[in-house]
């Protein structure tokens, strides 16, 4: 009989804990040749490469530093997301197929894995950026307030205007534009909104003499109260368009040659520049009905605002600039736009009148809270339009982004490295022999024996995957987390524009319902568990079975949940589709400084599932109560309970109640 994996019985958990602590904050830092586009709740890459590396037959090549050993292989990631699986295992020689129900996954994944040399992006992009600066840089210039030189706006700062016992005010998330190393500060002042710049203790203060003009309207700082002593309610008025809820405060640049950034009171010139932009904004060819928000689990947070339509959530300048993007796209070849197209697509995230400002100590002068920080909507009082024109690489610019995404991902894709642990710290390595790219093909049959890194993409529900039976090695993915983050409800805001960036390149309109995790409405239970069921059964029916002279095929996941319910619902998939679990394991998966895990219960570790065909589980026993305050153990005891009932073939009831029983102290 031929050799069962090795990561049925072996996986070094200390050494995986250890790679992805120092992964798990800039995921991005690390391979950036799979973060070409946002997108949500991505595992370490390092926790798959060595899960993908517990599948090699070669004893020297399973060695977490050995280039390849899965040549030949097919790998399959049925829920492929950010597309670690597949980036990891093509590193490793295979040949692998991905398939997701969102077009930007698939998109994705096709521009970061095609073989497009990096002059030629490059040549492409400088063109691309020129054609917008020719007709749109003069919407971004602004006069240096010492030498009087035009130059171009870094980004401006805008107040959220409210009403507060029937009087107009102003909003902001902070006055402090600015904390210098010393101590100084530059703030706004509350009643004329001059700029103050304030020494640091020890030095006195500079006196200011208010004379606000007439009509000024006051400056509130979040959280504090305003007139007559006491709180009051603040009111957002929703029957006014979302960009024009906001009133420019401050413009930020910085001259060439220059290290500091300044800050000026918007003058004639610069409230000129947006009048004229507002104007424009009226002749644009955007259809509103193109830009409708549906309703969801989380844009239904655009809703409670007022927000009906994606195009409101965009200053002019911002849609002049989109405008001008799908304009220009064209002229290029398409691999070469799809790549453009989904830069554009990213940069939204930076350029939105949801982006707050986060860059007022010196450390991090000018950053630009990006729209999706907290994985959800967020309504900053203090809203930042920044210049995604900006010629520097600045926060949230095509100069920095094209720089970050795709030059330094092409970079790494012909040259990756991993982090090595070393008595003086970790050290970057280059894996010799790996590349992080590929061929695609449209077809499994167009997969030869022998072949390697050849990929093949799909866009739809992975419950019907049109792949032969026993034709996959192995399965190893990510599925959706049962009931928290909709990532297709959030996906939305980069899908209406994508979908006018690149209109003919995928199906654009697609049954949401068929997702695990439904954004329309408080989730089933039912839904997760009929459709990871179906997917899992299809999962079971393409994998190789053991005939002798292979080993049965695996599928391989990472899961956590506090939810019991969430633990029932992968149980009953599972077993609905007649998996049993071989092995589990437990990793660290979460930074303690990530904003969705400090200061919360938040579970730092993930479960990893080793799954096979019926009768290739072993034997598991009830494990009991699961520990809910160690995280480690809570994910150790789920992935025990789990083996045991999938082993124990219990009608869907008594699972349902064995996990709940399980969850009671």
Known sequence: MPAAPRIDTHFDEAFASQMAQLEAYNKHYYRPNSYLHKWWARRCGSTFRLILKGLVADEVAQNYYAPGGLEGKIILDPMMGGGTTLHEAIRLGANVIGTDLDPIPVLQVRATLSDIPLAELETAYQQFYAALCMDLEPHYLTTHPETGDSVPLRFVVYGAQRWLDEQAVIVVDSLVLRIDNDGSTIRLCAHCHAILREPGAGHGRVSHHCQPAPGTIPLLEKGNAW???????????????????????VVVGQ?????????????????????????????????????????????????????????????????????????????????????????????????????????????????????????????????????????????????????????????????????QLTDDGPRFVEIHGEKDTGQEVE???????????????????????????????????????????????????????LRHLLPDVAPWAYDIKLSAVDPHRLDRESRYIDILGQIFSECYRVLKKGDGRRPDGRLIFTFHHWNPKAWTALTVALQRAGFQLVNRYVVHSESHLNVHVSGMKALMHDVILVLGVDGAGKVWADPGPINQVDSEQFCRDCGAMLGWLLAANLSEAHIQNAWQQAFTP
């Open 443 to 497: 077809a499994l049959d167009q997969i030869q024996p022998g072949d390697t890194r050849q990929f093949l993409l799909r866009q739809g529900s992975s419950a019907h995957l049109g792949l032969p039976d026993n034709s996959v090695d192995f399965v190893v993915t990510d599925p959706p987390y049962y009931d928290s983050i909709q990532y297709s409800d959030l996906a939305a805001f980069f899908r209406v524009w």
């Open 227 to 249: 007139g007559r002593g006491r709180r009051s309610q603040v009111e957002e008025d929703v029957a006014v368009p979302y960009w024009q809820r906001y009133v420019p405060l």
């Open 255 to 419: 001259a060439r040659g220059e290290a500091d950034l300044f800050f000026k009171t918007p003058d004639m010139a610069d409230r000129e520049a947006i009048v004229r932009a507002n104007r424009l904004r009226a002749g644009l060819p955007f259809a509103r009905p193109d830009f409708t928000v549906e309703q969801g689990r989380k844009s239904r947070q655009l809703r409670a605002h007022g927000v009906d339509n994606y195009l409101d959530l965009f200053s002019s300048r911002q849609l002049l600039t989109l405008h001008q993007a799908i304009t220009v796209l064209p002229r290029f070849e398409p691999a070469i736009r799809l790549n453009l197209a989904l830069l554009v697509s990213t940069s939204l995230e930076f350029n939105s009148m949801l982006c707050g400002y986060k860059g007022k100590h010196k450390r991090r002068a000018g950053a630009i809270r990006h729209t999706f920080s907290h994985h959800a909507y967020s309504f900053p009082h203090t809203a930042v339009e920044n210049n995604p024109l900006y010629p520097d690489k600045a926060s949230g610019t095509l100069q920095r982004l094209f720089y970050t995404r795709i030059s330094n991902g092409r970079v790494w894709a012909q040259a990756p490295r991993e982090r």
